[in-house]
T-cell receptor
Framework: GAVVSQHPSWVICKSGTSVKIECRSL??????MFWYRQFPKQSLMLMAT?????????EQGVEKDKFLINHASLTLSTLTVTSAHPEDSSFYIC???????????FGPGTRLTVL | AQSVTQPDIHITVSEGASLELRCNYS??????LFWYVQSPGQGLQLLLK??????LVQGIKGFEAEFKRSQSSFNLRKPSVHWSDAAEYFC????????????FGGGTRVLVKP
């Protein structure tokens, strides 16, 4: 149980285009989903927290207009990187929580490369 | 605010030898503590977690961790390392007061020598 999927697993796009990444909880209802960014050989940095039906809460320094997060249902959250630039290239990981004991279940990650 | 420190960036261990990864946290109350493992290009897999109760926690893949409140530590151990244990390990702390957020340490990369 507690499986989280992400799609796509990798994406290459041109600078200036927008990219959407999906995060799904496959076998449980996720009241909260989290989006992280991980640069090579670095730790995970929380970008934002989203609760179903509410606006996402962004961490300090994260541009909400650039990283659009939608949590439309208890099993799906999306991250859209708008007008992507090479510096947005990174590994994006989502996690989902049902609220119990802070436990988060992580997706496999999405590698974004912006040319 | 909570914080996590993993003092060792890299650790190299021989296959069959024991492994201990250090984790120190900072939080005002009793934290929720986690250890995750990440293989290259992959997401995170939960090894074990501590919420309350017995301070020695058993996890998957033969790992265990001990919560020591007096030392603000949650070190991860494995008695005998296998080559497949080579990966990046992250310690994380969470607190309900922080809205279920996790704060991750910087990670420790484990290399296993044959």
């Amino acid at each position: 149980g507690a499986v989280v999927s992400q799609h796509p697993s990798w994406v290459i796009c041109k600078s200036g285009t927008s990219v959407k990444i999906e995060c799904r909880s496959l076998d449980f209802q996720a009241t909260t989903m989290f989006w992280y960014r991980q640069f090579p050989k670095q730790s995970l940095m929380l970008m934002a927290t989203s609760n179903e039906g509410s606006k996402a809460t962004y961490e300090q320094g994260v541009e909400k207009d650039k990283f659009l997060i939608n949590h439309a249902s208890l099993t799906l959250s999306t991250l859209t990187v708008t007008s992507a630039h090479p510096e947005d290239s990174s590994f994006y990981i989502c996690s989902a929580s049902s609220g119990a004991y802070n436990e988060q279940f992580f997706g496999p990650g999405t590698r974004l490369t912006v040319l | 605010a909570q914080s996590v420190t993993q003092p060792d960036i890299h650790i190299t261990v021989s296959e069959g030898a024991s492994l201990e990864l250090r984790c120190n946290y900072s939080y005002g109350a009793t934290p929720y503590l986690f250890w995750y493992v990440q293989s290259p290009g992959q997401g995170l897999q939960l090894l074990l977690k501590y919420f309350s109760g017995d301070t020695l926690v058993q996890g998957i893949k033969g790992f265990e961790a001990e919560f020591k409140r007096s030392q603000s530590s949650f070190n991860l151990r494995k008695p005998s390392v296998h080559w497949s244990d080579a990966a990046e390990y992250f310690c994380a702390v969470g607190a309900s007061a922080a809205g279920n957020k996790l704060t991750f340490g910087g990670g420790t990369r484990v290399l296993v020598k044959p």
